[in-house]
């Protein structure tokens, strides 16, 4: 065996051992690159701060952010008001989304209900549903009946529309194929209805999260007496800006993990469709 033979056999082994390197570094930079923009946003934030360039009344530093994180996670007012602002938001979700969800595959499917409902449904979605506070306070008090219904309203639209868009949107050539191979009733929509309107609910379920989070910020700061909407309240009276910031950047991060569930979910449940497939 010459040295050109033995180098020749080498050669494939080291480019077995050189070659998942560029991989690594392209999986890492793939994961890091939606982080980057806030990351250069607090980087930012932070110098401008430090420079003098942003008044600490306007807009305190990202190190007095952390700061207020840390007193308020250790005297126990940050989880207490975390777990009530997320049940109030899972409680508004269940309810809306659960009457909107069924409200849309009922018309999907129904020429009758769609001609009962619909109409209503539609007037009822022009009224902006925070212009209402004032009447539902009139209503329910400040209690949690009131952050309820308010939630439950915002929620309730756009997972009707998408999901009445979703089914009334499946390929009629799918329906007569499944009804030629002898499905009807539930089981032609478990098999062929509900996948087919899937994508479109997915894409009602994620707008409705954003707008969840905006009516509970809304109506936590106007009739609150917990809540991270009340923490912030409490804070604008003592001028506390860090912990008004705070309370804000907590919304921002519990939307994002309220996104990132929802993706998830969305890609396991549309596992079978090559667009939602990594």
């Not at 499905?183 to 954003?210: D, E, H, Q």
């Not at 009516?215 to 700061?221: G, K, N, R, W």
């Not at 921002?252 to 667009?275: C, F, Y």
């Amino acid at each position: 065996m010459t040295a050109y033979d033995v180098a020749s056999d080498r050669s494939p082994q080291r480019r077995s051992w050189v070659l998942p390197a560029p991989s690594a570094r392209r999986i890492l930079l793939k994961e890091f690159l939606p982080y980057a923009v806030p990351i250069l946003v607090v980087l930012i934030w932070q110098i401008l701060s430090s420079a003098g360039w942003i008044s600490t009344r306007v807009m305190p530093a990202p190190t007095d952010v952390a700061g207020a994180f840390v007193d308020q996670l250790l005297s126990g007012a940050l989880v207490h008001n975390v777990a009530v602002s997320g049940a109030r938001a899972l409680a508004g979700l269940i309810v809306g989304g659960t009457i909107g969800l069924a409200l849309g595959i009922a018309n999907g499917i129904s020429k009758l209900s769609e001609q009962l409902t619909d109409t209503s449904l539609q007037m009822l979605r022009t009224i902006p549903h925070l212009a209402m506070i004032p009447l539902v306070i009139l209503w329910f008090g400040i209690g949690e009946e009131s952050k309820l219904f308010l939630t439950s309203l915002g929620v309730l639209f756009p997972i009707y529309l998408n999901t009445f868009h979703g089914v009334r949107n499946v390929d009629r050539e799918l329906i007569e194929m499944g009804r030629i191979y002898g499905m009807n009733g539930w089981t032609l929509f478990r098999k062929v209805i509900l996948p087919g309107a899937l994508p479109s609910i997915f894409v009602g379920l994620r707008y409705a999260l954003g707008i969840m989070w905006l009516t509970l910020i809304v109506s936590e700061s106007i009739a609150a007496s917990s809540g991270i909407g009340h923490m912030a309240n409490q804070a604008r009276e003592f001028m506390m800006t860090d912990v008004v910031v705070l309370s804000l950047l907590i919304y921002a991060a519990l939307g994002k993990l309220a996104d990132v569930i929802a993706k998830t979910m969305e890609r396991h449940a549309l596992s079978w469709n090559p667009v939602y497939q990594r």
